[in-house]
């Protein structure tokens, strides 16, 4: 209780202390009460199509296998081995019949369950009858995306993702026929920063104009993108650039939410109006033909209407629905942290649309891109920053006191507010205060 | 100047800060390329670390030098070392030219170190060469790395 209550201290209405970014003991605990009971998101099912497909990844430390199993579900598994601790399945991706260890042999089945063992008059009666792969407790989907929990119990999926299912929604129901594949390979980049410094970022309207500063002004005296029939390879990177550098007016008047858990999106900023469609490119007509064709003129025009830009799954998932991008933060240390970004094609587009996704994923995603290297720097520097005793606390009081109460999501009163901050602030110390 | 020359010569300007003038060496229509997966055969489908036109290459270098490029300023001091250089033949007038690639990167008290395999495509230009095409295939492509901020 006592520690509990040193928690709730570190986390204020308009402020956070440095610690929660910079204690190593803190960052364990972490590990236990936030990454061991959320749903965490894991991939997508495109990812394993057949029994014995399989893909490797992490849940917080825990090095995991997620895997289709011979009845089809699709199962998540610790990747260690019940006998001497090796992992079972190296990683990466692939498919495969029986995990076996490389230490001794000892084979388990796809769902887990240890089916031979070398030797295995050695060990005593009844020893070894009840080992086995252990199980992530609970493995569920939401169209077409795997999210895993390490614990048994705890609010199911829907309750968990709540408002945030509409931006899952958007991201499916722009693809014909919602088909959706991960492709295009995956970009992973590492930095010297803890894992909520990505997390408070990419909501925040306000850091454009000065961390993109350099991208938004050589973009700015790039040559001018290429009208309908003239594109030019580097005309999604130019727009995009130059996209951040837009005036203060437009960052305010975005949407901005954050909803019980921790989870936020921005919207009614970027349209397809202003991306693509408006500027009559025949590659998105053919696209939205498509779309028509698959669900409708009324239904196809409300899809291609939603203005969801980033949303934020609380505490390991980033995505945007526009360019199909999904990225995946694992924690490796306090002050240390890993990114996946991966990009989705939509199976019944024009490939146009596809390289459009691959174009937009290097620029701006890209682990050379003139974007996001400036993005690493700056959450480097502020980690740098707050190693430092001198001054206790992070203020993330922007917009504090306007923030505005909705059906089932608080707004922030402009949309460079911190509510998004905040929000995720109070998922921390829920996840972090709860004893079970 | 000998294809070797030529490229001891672009690995000279990279690492005497020189950036301007590299980018001077690529031609017109030139693409700099640094996959994204070991092998990787297409910079259209799948994504890449970098994947520029000489447009977006000019943009790279101008990017160096503005003043708030906070992971480009300070400069970062390199030395490019290039070895194993091999002649791969001249298909459609442009010399194919094999290497290999170890860049020491030093900045803000870290120091990395990159290797890769390098393919150049040379087309003549009087004495001396230009690039038309330059891959570069970094041996932890597909790894979990930092960010780039550098020319490779």
Redesign the interface.
Known sequence: MAANEQLAMLVQPDRVHRSVYADPAIFELELERIFGRAWLVLGHESQLRNAGDYFTTRMGREPIVVVRKDDGQIGALINRCAHRGSLVCAEGRGNLERFVCPYHGWSYDRAGELKAVPFASGYPQGAIGELRLKAVPRVALYRGFIFASLAAEGPSLEEFLGPTKASFDDLVDRAPGGELEV??????????GNWKLMLENHLDGAHPA??H???V???R???EPGKPGEE???DI??RQ?RQNGAPDAVWEGTGIWTTPRGHGVMGDYHDDDRLVAGMGNPAFDQYRNQLIKSVGQKEADRILRVTLWNTIVYPNCSFMSQFRQLRIIHPLAVDRS?VYTY?FRMKNAP?QM??DT?AF??VVN?????V???D???YE?IQHGLASGAMEWIYIGRGHGGDIQEKDALRGKTGTSEVFIRGQMRAWLDYMSRDA | MTPEQFLYHEARLLDTQRYEEWLQLFTEDATYW?P??QG?KD?????????D?R??LE??V??IR?P?????QPIARTVHQVSNVMVHGEPNGEMKVASALTVVEFRNEKQRLYGALVEHRLRKSGETFRIAHKRVDLINS????????ILL
């Open positions: 492709a295009g390979g995956v970009f992973k980049h590492t930095y010297n000065y961390v500063a350099s991208s002004a050589v973009a005296n790039a040559p030019h390879y580097y990177a130019v650039m890993v990009s490939a596809f390289r691959v994923a290097n890209g682990t050379a891109s003139w996001l290297t400036d690493l720097e700056v520097r | 640094v994204l997966e990787q910079p259209y489908q799948t994504s890449s670390i970098i994947h036109d447009t977006l943009l790279r101008k990017q503005h708030r490029a906070h992971a480009r597909e790894g979990e790395i930092d960010g780039i901020a």
